[in-house]
Nanobody, 113 residues
Framework: QVQLVESGGGLVQPGGSLRLSCAAS????????MSWVRQAPGKGLEWVSN????????GYADSVKGRFTISRDNAKNSVYLQMDSLKPEDTAVYYC??????WGQGTQVTVAS
């Protein structure tokens, strides 16, 4: 079955960086587009970024463009989100997503001083 396991979240000061990882299994990862979404406290899900199967095409929400970088390693069945210049409004639970219906348990990112 599809399994997605996120890691790498934590508490960071404004302006800091974090790198999220998502380990995938149970489907043909190397042939699949992947995305990151987030949910801030009291808010709905927000799409953050996506990447095509080969890694050559990416997209970003305006709120994170220029600060976040998505990447993948198909040999490791993993997708990553490098987050730089973090802001308090980036505080959320971050999920990696496969297709429209599969995501992991999420990893908490808190940006605060």
């Amino acid at each position: 079955q599809v399994q997605l396991v996120e890691s790498g979240g934590g508490l960071v000061q404004p302006g800091g960086s974090l790198r999220l990882s998502c380990a995938a299994s149970g489907f043909r990862f190397s042939s699949s587009a992947m995305s990151w979404v987030r949910q801030a406290p009291g808010k709905g899900l927000e799409w953050v970024s996506n990447i095509n199967s080969g890694g050559g095409s990416t997209g970003y929400a305006d709120s994170v463009k220029g600060r976040f970088t998505i990447s993948r390693d198909n040999a490791k069945n993993s997708v990553y989100l490098q987050m730089d210049s973090l802001k308090p409004e980036d505080t959320a639970v971050y999920y990696c997503r496969y297709g429209g219906n599969y995501w992991g348990q999420g990893t908490q990112v808190t940006v605060a001083s």
